[in-house]
């Protein structure tokens, strides 16, 4: 039988502590996201052979929470210009050498837009996957900064998760979904930053049509709802 994380409150309420310390934002608000981030930590001790194995949950707990706590905060206190900015440079870094343009030579201003293409694609599979993993409505979207920087860790890691692959290797998510976008990718494709592509791989849940698209893109661009803290 699977040990579960008895320390799930203690959990809660160090990152409720830090949450109301940290951001600006209302009680609620902390509430609602130290308790999506506890769940979620506590899933992963749950299913992850490696952590039940250890001996040790209750501090691989603490350490998961500590991490997307840090995450969450750094985003936050980028606000959300700076933030989307800096979630995109991240990823686009991930997948630069994977995604090619089928023209040649492929310029490097051709591979830059269709990175963002690709991206912009991926975030909303991202939002998606948040909201099933996290048992939120399909209508949620980030309201607040906090909620924002939420968001945006959660595409971070949504990103870098190790998928198993045969002969006991494993790859990125991200890499994965970036090499199934550029095999789809037919001659002289012309991309257009306004409209979705269609560059999800065929496993798929996500739709990545043009309501969705602009639903990411008004989250990632909207101004930022909260002040910063000044400290």
Known sequence: MREVCHGVEAIFQLLFKELRQSTNSSEQNCQDIAARLANE??????????????????????????????????????????????????????????????????????????????????????LNAFRRETLMPETYRPRTLLELAEYMAFTERYAKRRIPLPG????QLLILRAQTFSQQQPPETSVDMDTAAEGGAPESDSTWDDAAIQQVREVMVASEPEPLESN
């Open 41 to 126: 930590v506590n899933r992963i001790c749950h299913e992850s052979n490696r952590i039940q194995t250890s001996g040790d949950v209750e501090s691989w707990a603490k350490t998961l929470a500590n991490h997307r706590l840090k995450q969450v905060l750094s985003y936050y206190q980028l606000g959300s210009h700076r933030g989307r900015v800096e979630l995109q440079s991240t990823l686009s870094a991930i997948v630069y050498r994977y995604i090619t343009p089928s023209q040649t030579p492929a310029s490097y201003q051709a591979r830059v837009t269709l990175i963002e293409d690709f991206l912009q694609g991926f975030y909303v599979e991202a």
């Open 168 to 171: 006991r290797r494993s790859q």
